[in-house]
């Protein structure tokens, strides 16, 4: 599912309380403004504007959460599924469940950057759009359980993306894997064969009802445009509308989504950081093997399950406390660093040794480092492409359908026969972090040059200065 506006712990529309003073750090202010950082980000101290955050934050966000966190509670079912016989049940063999996995982004790429477009037009009822979406997928989704064989099973997965993509709140994802197995286990335990259905048929059905049900609460819950938003009063819904007009980088007319995609498509930064996303998401591609690879150290299914959540529960902690520091400091470039270092050296322990003990750790080290990353980078491209709403859209939809094509490879990274290592599928995952880390100090050296090219009056027109 897409979005127009992907906000992050570190974009410039969130804002982080420290002490009695409420901090916005702008990606990028203009120039004569307030002092403020190496950027020109300054503290916000509007008793009326950090009112208005605080009631959106409290209305738009659990819904929201709770939306992204059932789409990767689905998304994660087929990999518990596994360890329940999907494969045995439905006569999959060679590398027939990891095609299973890599279709479902195939419909992603397909949809992300019409969806996106479509939802900065205007036309469409943003709530209305979302939820639609929503149910779709649940019913998809829930569909699986009635899936007989591989084409079947492949089918529905294509269909899946199509229905529903949401590219913000970064933790639903982390937190929805963490649970998933815990469910999982719960499931099988309880109502495998039960009226005639395996364990991982009911997963999707139970799963997929749930999430059906959510979905008609976005319509009642989400907002369409702040101008049009009806608990919001007259003073908000323009303080609101404003905030948005300044959420841009240079300030540039807005002319239409084709141009915002075509502005996009025109700034070689979009590239660079499409390349640096793309090559995080590919080190991520353990996400949709997981219990596969909590499995390799030797315990049977249900603790396999189980150990899979202690991982993300502390990659949830890493996450935040990643976001709120990048924000805090209006930092990007040494975050990426440190959280996707931590991440190498957790691959570089999974291919180097058998010791369980270690091997655990390792988990802990890759998934805490490489999830932490995701909102960063994310908000660097809001805060580097965001001359128009339009353009900030058609930004990072090409950079998520770029990212997300990694998961179409990485899926075959992992077959059983390179198991309990996973020679292949690590080491590649350890060289795909060092490639994020490099590009990370490659747009940081040009937005520093692009910095001083500013201040010298060397770019004309130009009155910003960008973080990094």
Known sequence: MTTSKTTTPSDSGIEK?????????ASSLKLGDEKGDYSGATAKTDAREIALVRKLDMRIMPIMWAMYFLNYIDRNAIANARLDGIEEDLGLVGTQYNTCISILFVGYLLMQIPSNMLMSSKKIRPSLYMSICMASWAIVSACTALTKSYRGLVAVRFFLEIAFRISILYSGNIVATAVAGLIAAATFATLDHHLGLKGWQWLFIIEGAVTFGVAGLGIFMLPDHPLNTKWLTPEERQLAHDRIQKD???????????????????????????????????ACGFNNFFPTVIGSLGFNN??????????????????????????????????????????VV???????????????????????????????????VSATLGQTPEK???????????????YIYTAYLYPKSDGPRYLTAMSSNAAFGVATIA????????????NRKIDQGRILGADTRYAY
């Not at 999974?350 to 655990?360: D, F, K, M, Q, V």
């Not at 900030?392 to 990694?406: E, M, Q, T």
């Not at 100090?441 to 040059?449: A, C, F, G, I």
């Open 17 to 25: 309380e420290s002490g009695h003073t409420q901090i916005e750090y």
């Open 439 to 450: 590009s990370a100090w490659v747009l940081r050296l040009w937005l520093q040059h692009t």
């Open 248 to 282: 841009t980088v240079g300030g540039e007319e807005s002319k239409g989504a084709l141009a915002g995609l075509k502005q996009a498509m025109c700034d070689p930064r979009l590239f660079l950081l499409a390349f640096m996303q793309n090559m995080h998401l590919s």
């Open 346 to 380: 957790g691959y570089i322990i999974s291919c180097t040794t058998l010791n369980i003990g270690a091997r655990y750790v390792a988990c802990f080290l890759f998934a805490s480092g490489a999830y932490a990353v995701n909102s960063v980078i994310l908000g660097w």
């Open 392 to 406: 900030k859209a058609a930004s990072l939809s090409f950079i998520n359908v770029v990212a997300n094509a990694s």
């Open 302 to 343: 249900t603790i396999t399950l189980v150990l899979t959540c202690p991982p993300y529960i502390f990659s949830g902690i890493c996450c935040v406390v990643v976001g709120i520091t990048s924000g805090r400091y209006n930092e990007r470039t040494w975050h990426i660093t440190i959280s996707m270092g931590l991440a």
